[in-house]
T-cell receptor
Framework: KAGVTQTPRYLIKTRGQQVTLSCSPI?????VSWYQQTPGQGLQFLFE???????NKGNFPGRFSGRQFSNSRSEMNVSTLELGDSALYLC??????????????FGQGTRLTVV | DQQVKQNSPSLSVQEGRISILNCDYT??????FLWYKKYPAEGPTFLIS?????DKNEDGRFTVFLNKSAKHLSLHIVPSQPGDSAVYFC???????????FGTGTRLKVLA
């Protein structure tokens, strides 16, 4: 069974540009979440999608947005990039169960560098 | 406000001994807790989880303990192996909110 796939693995962008990151979840997983990891800050929750709907959002500015497609694949977009947006962006998918909590499975991440 | 805290940024343990990683949380509504391991240049890998209705969960060399009154959980690795050297993150979740709050991580180094 294929894991969570994120593309691209590495990106270098210039301040002011925009970027789109892609995530393909594990087959059958309909929940996709995005996290930002920076040194010393751990993983910060960005947002979560299920059935093409954003169900929860973290404390990030509106420059960060996302969407989910009918096949559960998700994209994250960051507009007007700032130097502080340099980070590892992680996508995680989950099998949603009404009866119990389930763990999230992470992709390898996209390393974004803003120069 | 950091709702999930891992106060030890690093920990060194001899191979074969026990590793104990700690995590504290502030929101008593959290009802699901997880531990992840992360190697450099890879995404976090799920290790073990525990529901708030339990106080212990065991999976092979890994055991997670939950003390709800102290709002504290810990991960025990016995025996520790050099391959366990990684950054360990604890995470807490609230049923129905579909997101996890992560700690800042503890770097474990197991010395051969």
């Amino acid at each position: 069974k294929a894991g969570v796939t994120q593309t691209p693995r590495y990106l270098i962008k210039t301040r002011g540009q925009q970027v789109t990151l892609s995530c393909s979840p594990i087959s059958g997983h309909r929940s996709v979440s995005w996290y930002q990891q920076t040194p010393g800050q751990g993983l910060q929750f960005l947002f979560e999608y299920f059935s093409e709907t954003q169900r929860n959002k973290g404390n990030f500015p509106g420059r960060f947005s996302g969407r989910q497609f009918s096949n559960s694949r998700s994209e994250m977009n960051v507009s007007t990039l700032e130097l502080g947006d340099s980070a590892l962006y992680l996508c995680a998918s989950r099998l949603v169960s009404l009866r119990s909590n389930t763990e999230a499975f992470f992709g390898q991440g996209t390393r974004l560098t803003v120069v | 406000d950091q709702q999930v805290k891992q106060n030890s940024p690093s920990l060194s343990v001899q191979e074969g001994r026990i590793s104990i990683l700690n995590c504290d949380y502030t929101n008593s509504m959290f009802d699901y807790f997880l531990w992840y391991k992360k190697y450099p240049a890879e995404g976090p890998t799920f290790l073990i989880s525990i529901s708030s209705i339990k106080d212990k969960n065991e999976d092979g060399r890994f055991t997670v303990f939950l003390n709800k009154s102290a709002k504290h959980l810990s991960l025990h690795i016995v025996p520790s192996q050099p391959g366990d050297s990684a950054v360990y993150f604890c995470a807490a979740g609230l049923s129905g909110t579909y997101k996890y709050i992560f700690g800042t991580g503890t770097r474990l180094k197991v010395l051969a």
